[in-house]
């Protein structure tokens, strides 16, 4: 069987989204475990350079549909890629340097995982049955292998680097709990996305808080239940049953809290309500002023690499979306949250105001709301997420396209059958004894065949 450049593109991105987001849990916790070695090493660069690969071999037959079924979105977002790419390439042969060549070296890495799950957002299959069920299992294994960890071990925060009993180096085979957390919010934005009834999408929230809590990345997790929140609250203005819905699940998490205070009241995840005395939040705080300073120095132009000349480490950067406006300028800045800010706004207008529903759209809203807010609060340019946000608005486009370009195809051939076989068709009219719309509908739906 000889698959097309199309078959062969879900087939991969299929593939690779299972592998890059359940799977690098699986994986990881395995690895930690030591029950398999590292052969992929941290398992998220090495297969997003092999989907690279194969994206480069297979991203000529999808640019036609792409760029002209995205409504000119696509294209912007591959002009970013390119800008981002040469911005660097001459600020590189400009300078130079060691502070150059890191920069450069830390964008084009950047820039394949932007391309990866870009692509990847595109050409995901969200309505594969066999996709669903294997994020179900996974999503089933992590979250029992959590609630087993929380009752045997009585910690509120899962580690995997501390499972490991052997020297420090070998730590680094293992993610830490950002990658952890990362994986396990698209897990869930998938997921509740594909679902359709209210109460397992309750049961996906509530499980999932209970998974993002304990896998401790405080950003994730209080992004996945803002958008919780919100996507209830909008599903709750339709349906009496969402209404009902989001009051079992906020009473069910209240409960969950008030119950397990005492444990809970030392995890770093609740020390949000008191950010002012943790380590870590000062020193963002240092670097956010620090970006700042360097682009009122260059408003226009930023300073490429100015995290790395101030910090001396690639990962010196400002938490936010100032990191974008530092090294690519104000152009850069604003192409990058302008295509989050767009997508997230163009999903919303199909969700709420269209009343679609549909799982690509669930998606793309919910991917790129998570995003929004976070490269607002807490995520660098280097985060490569918001590409997987992009690549969902544009799959939704690209199916929404495809569907009226269905419909109005069957719609001609329906007036072509009128216009052509009158004969033929009053015949078949007769015959049947009944007019076209007694059914109480018209058929306006693409033939079968």
């Not at 269209?354 to 991917?367: E, I, M, P, Q, T």
């Not at 049947?432 to 693409?446: A, F, H, I, M, V």
């Amino acid at each position: 069987m000889v698959l097309s450049g199309d078959a062969l593109t879900t087939r991969a991105s299929a593939i690779g989204f299972f592998v890059l987001f359940p799977g690098f849990i699986l994986y990881h916790t395995l690895v930690a475990m030591g029950v398999i070695p590292a052969v992929l090493g941290g398992l998220f660069g090495v297969v997003s350079v092999l989907m690279f690969i194969v994206y480069c071999a297979l991203l000529p037959s999808q640019l036609y549909l792409l760029l002209t079924a995205s409504r000119g979105y696509a294209l912007v977002t591959l002009c970013f890629f390119v800008y981002v790419l040469l911005w660097s390439a001459v600020n590189y042969g400009l300078i130079g340097g060691s502070v150059m060549q890191a920069a450069l070296i830390q964008t084009v890495e950047t820039l394949v995982l932007w391309l990866v799950l870009f692509v990847l957002g595109y050409r995901i299959p969200l309505d594969s049955p066999r996709l669903a069920r294997a994020f179900w299992i996974a999503f089933v294994l992590i979250a029992g292998y959590l609630a087993f960890h929380v009752a045997t071990t009585g910690q509120w925060m899962f580690f995997a680097r501390r499972m490991l009993e052997v020297e420090a180096e070998a730590g680094d085979s293992v993610s830490t709990y950002q990658g952890y957390a990362r994986s396990a919010l698209v897990l869930l934005l998938f997921l509740i996305a594909v679902s359709e009834r209210a109460v397992v999408r309750a049961v996906l929230i509530v499980l999932g808080a209970f998974v993002m809590f304990v896998l401790g990345a405080r950003s994730e997790l209080y992004a996945f239940l803002a958008l919780s929140g919100l996507l209830l609250l909008l599903w709750a203005g339709m349906s009496v049953k969402y209404m009902l819905t989001l009051l079992a699940v906020v009473g069910v998490l209240m409960a969950l809290v008030v119950s397990q205070f005492e444990a809970l009241a030392g995890s770093r995840q609740l020390q949000i309500f008191d950010l002012s005395g943790t380590s870590s939040w000062l020193a963002r705080q240092n670097l956010g002023q620090r970006a700042v300073a360097q682009i009122l120095e260059s408003p226009l132009l930023g300073r490429f690499g100015g995290h790395i000349a101030s910090a001396q480490v690639t990962g010196g950067y400002a938490h936010s979306m100032l990191s974008a406006w530092v090294n690519y300028g104000l152009l850069g800045f604003a192409l990058y949250l302008g295509l989050t800010l767009f997508a997230f706004v163009g999903a919303a207008y199909r969700l709420i105001l269209l009343g679609d529903r549909g799982g690509r759209w669930v998606f793309a809203f919910s991917v790129n709301f998570v995003c929004l807010l976070l490269m607002v609060l807490a995520k660098p340019v280097f985060w490569p997420l918001p590409a997987l946000g992009w690549g969902a608005f544009a799959n939704a486009l690209v199916a929404s396209r495809r569907e009226r370009d269905a419909d109005d195809m069957g719609y001609a051939g329906t007036l072509g059958r009128h216009d052509d076989e009158p004969g033929q068709h009053d015949a078949a009219r007769d015959l049947q004894g009944r007019n076209d719309n007694e059914s109480g509908t018209p058929d306006l739906r693409p033939s079968a065949l």
